[in-house]
């Protein structure tokens, strides 16, 4: 184990000098401004690296038309497993999970419980690992893809997907780890190993929770910054005047100024981190939500249009998509992209919640896929259909987050700016909750330590400014890849562990009668 570690540990810690020494010399030469300089190097190094992980990660198989991911299946079944398994818990616990949040059965006398954090603060806290620029621009990549009809899986995903949390966050409480300094260390790594352990199934443990260690460590470096600093960049520079502006090619620029952000911040661990969040989250939620429905005021009378576009297309059987399938796959893929239920990265968080009682952080997960997917990402796919006709959408010329933008700009013109503004906070909250991910993936790997911690955080906002340098195709196959990967383990202990979960919730309901 100390050789793996050893591995690992220069690997990792190589990875920022390998993606530069990877860059010729040659790519720093002069040449056009849009088309050169260092972010188009950095493009350069980066892409064929993505192009092979992703095609192993993603590996699909034909099904008619259809390409169809594995990893993608495996997600699609363990939401719908987990649903009906504990007998649609994602519905039937919806308002106690709203009590336990708002703190009803909150006991100011109760003794002192293990815990960094309260149930308001751990929501705000994974949330803001989630709700982020892929609330805003993947939602655009989804409807490009696999049109209007994609967004009803996304809404759907997004409901099955609330229960797949619910056990992931359940465990990740039970099976935490409470250090010599009162901080907390929890989620599918210790749940893996442990609770596996007890199971008399030690080796399995120890080799999934290292898995889900690594996965994690690598996938923040994805997903929890390379893309949001990337298509933060991307909406700032369109603001300040796209091809012609100051900030061309200074994507490295912004993506420095969001490091300093972020490091001023994680520093401080879980507490300064749910801080920041509890108060930032609810702020930028709300003015995105606002913001979105005034363009759906705007537009009412294009909304029963749009909701039969979205039903029809769902079901459409034919497409360059693969018809009904195709669109399926693209509205599950986005939506995983978008909530995590599957991947266990939120557990991490919700595990340093003070609480004695494992379930109430269960229920209170459930309500990030509903915020992030049912609620946001459905306002967004409602904006950009009612605004473009599908021709538009899915032939336009434009993607990701532009298009968004573009949506909004086409009813209020000056949106660009607070939309920018919006985008720009949602990337730098979820950095945030995924800094600390990381951290925890990595002093899990290496052993905890402030130092080791430090170590991190600087390889973490590193990669921050190496995402904002690269293009969008880039960033999106390496942080699709990186995050998919960690289901893999996940989703192998949170079958194990079904039963346990189904006991324990029959229990807590027989001692809150009158709950259901």
Known sequence: MHYINSFLSRLIFSLPFLVTALIPQSAYAAQDPIEGGIDAAINKAVQPLTDALSSFIFYSVKIGNADLPLIVVWLIFAACFFTVYL?????????HAIDIVTGKFSDPKSPKQDGEITHFQALTAAVSGTVGIGNIGAVAVTVSLGGPGAIFWVIVAGFVGMTTKFVECTLGVKYRVVNPDGTVSGGPMYYLRDGLKARGMSGLGKFLGMFFAVSIVLGCLGIGNMFQSNQAYVQLLEVTGGSTSPLQNKGWLVGLVMAIMVAAIIIGGIKSIARITAKLIPFMVVIYLVGALIVLGMNAAELPRAFREIFAGAFSMKGATGGILGIMIIGFQRAAFSN?????????????????????????????????????????????????????????GLSGIELTSAAFESKISWSPVPLSFVAFMFAFSTMLAWAYYGIKGWTYIFGEGKGKELIFSIIFCIFIVIGASVQLSAILDFADALIFVMAIPNLIGLYIFAPEVKRDLATYWENHKGLK
């Not at 007998?87 to 308002?95: E, M, S, T, V």
């Open 87 to 95: 007998g649609f818990i994602n519905i039937r616990g919806f308002k």
């Open 340 to 396: 995590e239920a599957g991947l266990g990265s939120a557990a991490i968080a919700h595990s340093a919640v003070k609480t004695d009682t494992p379930l109430t952080e269960g229920f209170v997960a459930l309500l990030e896929p509903f915020i992030d997917t049912v609620i946001i990402c459905t306002l967004t796919g409602l904006v950009l259909v009612t605004c473009f006709p599908t021709e538009t959408l899915m032939g336009g």
